[in-house]
């Protein structure tokens, strides 16, 4: 370098650092957009070609992730001399994001393979993955320290599976979940956020008795008061969100599980007068969610002059259990209603099923049953809808069950259960939904159209799986068709 360069380097770092002390804000939102825009492309990148990605043996899986972090890694340290505390926390942000990448290679190569292989890793894979995460506490400040142990407590809940891919394990992994957080070798104050962690973050996604076994054991292992006390609210908050229902009656009770049916009656309802009943079964892939998802609606419902009911379920994450012992609760929930139509005052020939996602399916898959003692449910009573509203509805599941199956899966999969007589079926789905791909609804939707069954279904193109994105005038829409499917099926509160 001539002494004229040197000189003009020297300048150029002055100038630069010049710069960094009179806008260090904007020096530090480049830095971030630069990182955020690569992790961005890095993850699109993984997204498109994610089958070839993870169907790869160890190394060269091994080879693409070291590859895309190192990409990040070069682009962060070009700014070290700017800002070296910044770059250090991208940098650690960067490494946990790969870490949970590795983590996540043995269930996508199940995955990828069709289940038909695992991954050839050792068996202390995970563990070897994450060494040394757990001696710093500093780290939770970190979001992807805390995406990538989140991550690794999903698989360890897997038990036995944790080299499966996790969707379908039939474990009781709520609890799974706890004990992998208490029994890890971590510093309190790690351990004892991942189990403040464990209530805050999952009370929005099971009922509240998932939480008993984890509660019971967290008074006696936390001791940072603050953690304590948020545990405490978030179970009681579980709790007491339930009294905004009318009433909570149990639909069943089975290995001393006790199933809820959450009920709100119209204002002034008298009970001896019967309405319509509209039903909800909430969403969540079989394996997580919880009837308050479904409250909202139930008060729409009911001020517009129906009995509304949101069931709970046995669900895989929580109990271990199989899409089909779902079916057998959703089955029982509506020859429940009939059963107690005198006690809550509703109507039993105009029992309305609503559901969304998963929800949908054990509502469509209801109507089609033609025998509930084939699920062992025993009523003098019938488990069939009058009508149907479906959201997002997985239509072909058969094979999503791949652990333990002693049962054919198309047995209750709706695309192979079609035939005449079914209720009337008002449908919506999205065509960019990427959870219940849109050429399912159209294999359902073509197959009811060569019947005489009433189905009635809108599509929406831009949006998806959750409706996310919606203009407003396609929720208008919606409510128009629903409301006009009411009042068609005699649904309408007189």
Same mark, same amino acid.
Request: hydrophobic content about 35%; overall charge negative; charged content about 30%.
């Given at each position: ?67 895309? +972090? ?126 403040? +962690? ?160 998963? @929800? ?38 058969? @094979? ?39 050429? +399912? ?20 193109? @831009? ?32």
């Amino acid at each position: 370098m001539t002494r004229f360069s040197f000189v003009l380097v020297l300048l150029l770092w002055s100038s630069a650092f010049a710069s960094r002390e009179s806008h260090p804000e904007k020096y530090q939102s480049e830095i971030r957009d630069a990182h955020n825009s690569l992790i961005k492309k890095n993850d699109d990148y993984l997204t498109v070609n994610r089958d070839k990605i993870f169907s790869q043996d160890l190394a060269p899986f091994n080879a693409v992730i070291d590859s895309l +972090e190192q990409t990040v890694q070069h682009l962060v340290r070009n700014y070290e001399a700017i800002d070296s505390e910044l770059i250090d926390s991208l940098l650690t942000e960067t490494k946990f994001r790969h870490r949970r990448y590795r983590l996540l290679y043995p269930q996508n190569y199940h995955r990828f393979s069709d289940f038909s292989k695992k991954a050839s890793v050792s068996s202390d894979y995970f563990e070897n993955i994450m060494k040394g995460s757990f001696n710093d506490s500093t780290l939770l400040r970190y979001k992807e320290f805390r995406k990538c142990v989140s991550s690794y407590f999903d698989i360890l809940s897997a038990g036995t599976y944790k080299f499966s891919h996790l969707e379908y394990v039939p474990e009781k992994r709520m609890e799974n979940r706890y004990d992998a957080i208490a029994d890890l070798d971590a510093l309190p104050g790690i351990k004892e956020y991942f189990i403040k +962690e464990y209530f805050t973050s999952n009370i929005w996604t099971y009922r509240v008795e998932a939480f008993d076994y984890a509660f019971e054991n967290a008074l006696e292992e936390v001791r940072n008061e603050a953690y304590l006390k948020e545990i405490k609210d978030t179970y009681q908050m579980g709790k007491d969100r339930r009294n905004t229902t009318s009433e909570l009656k149990v639909y069943k009770t089975i290995n001393d599980i006790k199933l809820y049916a959450h009920i709100f009656y119209p204002e002034n309802h008298d009970k001896t007068q019967s309405k319509p009943a509209h039903l909800f079964f909430h969403g969540g892939g079989w394996a997580i969610g919880l009837p308050e998802w479904s409250y909202s609606a139930c008060q729409n419902a009911s001020k517009d002059g129906r009995v509304a009911i949101a069931f709970d379920f046995r669900l895989r994450n929580v109990y271990g259990t199989d899409v089909r012992t779902t079916v057998t609760d959703a089955l029982t929930a509506i020859a429940w209603v009939r059963e107690k139509a005198r006690d809550v005052g509703i109507d039993p020939n105009k029992v309305l099923v609503e559901g969304f996602s998963s @929800g949908a399916h054990l509502a469509l898959i209801s109507s089609m049953i033609e025998d509930p003692k084939d699920f062992g449910v025993i009523s003098n009573f019938s488990s069939r809808p009058d009508a149907l509203i479906l959201g997002s509805c997985p239509y072909d599941i058969a @094979g999503r069950d791949v652990y333990n199956i002693n049962y054919d899966t198309k047995t209750i999969s709706p695309l192979y259960q079609i035939k005449e007589n079914l209720p009337p079926i008002l449908a919506f789905h999205a065509e960019e939904d990427r959870m219940v791909k849109f050429s +399912e609804f159209e294999k359902f939707r073509n197959a009811m159209q060569k019947t005489k069954n009433s189905f009635t279904s809108h599509s929406y193109a @831009g949006v998806g799986h959750f409706f996310e994105g919606s203009h407003q005038e396609d929720l208008k829409e919606r409510r128009r068709l629903e409301e006009e499917f009411l009042m068609k099926n005699g649904l309408k509160a007189e």
